[in-house]
Each structure stands twice: as structure tokens, then as C-alpha cells.
């Protein structure tokens, strides 16, 4: 079966410097990837998409990659504000627009 | 705008009681699904429908009914309601074609 790992449940960052998550997964590749945010008692947002056949996606501060040789995509977050502290989730495509999550990576941008 | 609306935001049943979770979108979405959300795992995917009178089931069905007898409505039902279903349900509609997915702001269950 699928399985998703993000690098670590909870990454601390200084202010200013370039925040970097991990995705990885197992099994078979998928059409596209997506990252998500979340905050505290709200639903996900979409971020990125990113499909098979693109390297790198570029939206303002955001930056992901994917390899489908690694089965793995990067996410960066350049010039990180206090306001990016969220959680982060990364979800693969299963079909149909359903997506298989994983359990995400808690952001804090210390001042 | 509206975009993705759940009702209730918080709920709390009790073991054995059945309810309906609505969720109603705005956007003329063909896709709707639902996903719970527990502490320490990635959300789940419940079941998930790619236009009215289309249902299917995802990872984790048992338990929950859906119908979708129109684009903009796709409510989840429990059946009879257990603590194991005590979780955070989302949500979400999009267009086919990897488009983007929109979540609702979540409906807080509790089964005592």
C-alpha cells in the first residue's frame, strides 16, 4: 500500500532563513503532488501542485520539486515570516482528484 | 463566497445515534469527497463522488453512507455512530483534471 513520510513532525526555523520540507513516498508514482497548509483548527489549503512530468514549481516565496526517480519532493519556503508557522501536509493523487495525505510537518518561524 | 460549507462545526453524539454531516459547495464542482482527520495521521479518505448520482468508497468507509442527488450537495451519514468515529471530517470539492482542491473549515465529531 501507499506510505507517505515528511521529514519530521515539527521543524523550527529562524526568521529570514530558507525552510525546507521533505516528502517521501513508496510504491507507485503518482499523476501529481500537492502541498497543502494548515492552521490550527481549520482545513487544508492548497498550495502547489506538481505534476509527473515537471521538475520544479515556483509561486512567489514557494518552491517544490519532484523527482520520480527519488519518489521524493522538496518543499521550500524562502525568506520564512513568523506567518508561515503552520502545518505543512504533502498528498499524492489516487485517482479521481482523491488525494492520500501525510501527516504533515509542523512549521514554527521563530522571530 | 461561499466555497466549501460544513454544518455542524462541532457535534456530540452518542454511541449508537445516527446524524448527517452536511457539506454544500458553490463552485459547480463535479468532484465532492469526504476525509477525516485524526491526531498523529494524515487524512483519510472516506468516500468520494465524481458527479451527482456517482458514489464510491475510499480508504476508510465502513461505518458512513453518502448520496449526491445533486452537484451541490454531498452530505455523510452515520449510520450508528461509535467512539471510533469521534474525528475531524473535511470536506472538499474540485474539477476534474487535477485542478485545485478546496477543503472545508471542518466538523468537529465527538461519540461519547
Known amino acids: 500500500s501507499q506510505k507517505i513520510e515528511q521529514n519530521s513532525e515539527a521543524l523550527n526555523i529562524q526568521e529570514g532563513k530558507t525552510a525546507t520540507l521533505t516528502c517521501n513516498y513508496t510504491?507507485?508514482?503518482?499523476?501529481?503532488l500537492q502541498w497543502y497548509r494548515q492552521d490550527p483548527g481549520r482545513g487544508p489549503v492548497f498550495l502547489l501542485l506538481i505534476r509527473e512530468n515537471e521538475k520544479e514549481k515556483r509561486k512567489e516565496r514557494l518552491k517544490v520539486t519532484f523527482d520520480t526517480t527519488l519518489k521524493q519532493s522538496l518543499f521550500h519556503i524562502t525568506a520564512s515570516q513568523p506567518a508561515d508557522s503552520a502545518t505543512y501536509l504533502c498528498?499524492?493523487?489516487?485517482?479521481?482528484?482523491?488525494?492520500?495525505f501525510g501527516t504533515g510537518t509542523r512549521l514554527t518561524v521563530i522571530p | 463566497n461561499a466555497g466549501v460549507t460544513q454544518t455542524p462545526k462541532f457535534q456530540v453524539l452518542k454511541t449508537g445515534q445516527s446524524m448527517t454531516l452536511q457539506c454544500a459547495q458553490d463552485?459547480?464542482?463535479?468532484?465532492m469527497s469526504w476525509y477525516r482527520q485524526d491526531p498523529g495521521m494524515g487524512l483519510r479518505l472516506i468516500h468520494y463522488s465524481v458527479g451527482a448520482g456517482i458514489t464510491d468508497q475510499g480508504e476508510v468507509p465502513n461505518g458512513y453512507n453518502v448520496s449526491r442527488s445533486t452537484t451541490e450537495d454531498f452530505p455523510l451519514r452515520l449510520l450508528s455512530a461509535a467512539p471510533s468515529q469521534t474525528s475531524v471530517y473535511f470536506c472538499a470539492s474540485s474539477q476534474p483534471g487535477g485542478n485545485t482542491i478546496y477543503f472545508g473549515e471542518g466538523s468537529w465529531l465527538t461519540v461519547v
Open positions: 510504491n507507485y508514482s503518482p499523476a501529481y
Open positions: 498528498a499524492l493523487e489516487t485517482g479521481a482528484n482523491n488525494l492520500f
Open positions: 463552485m459547480n464542482h463535479e468532484y
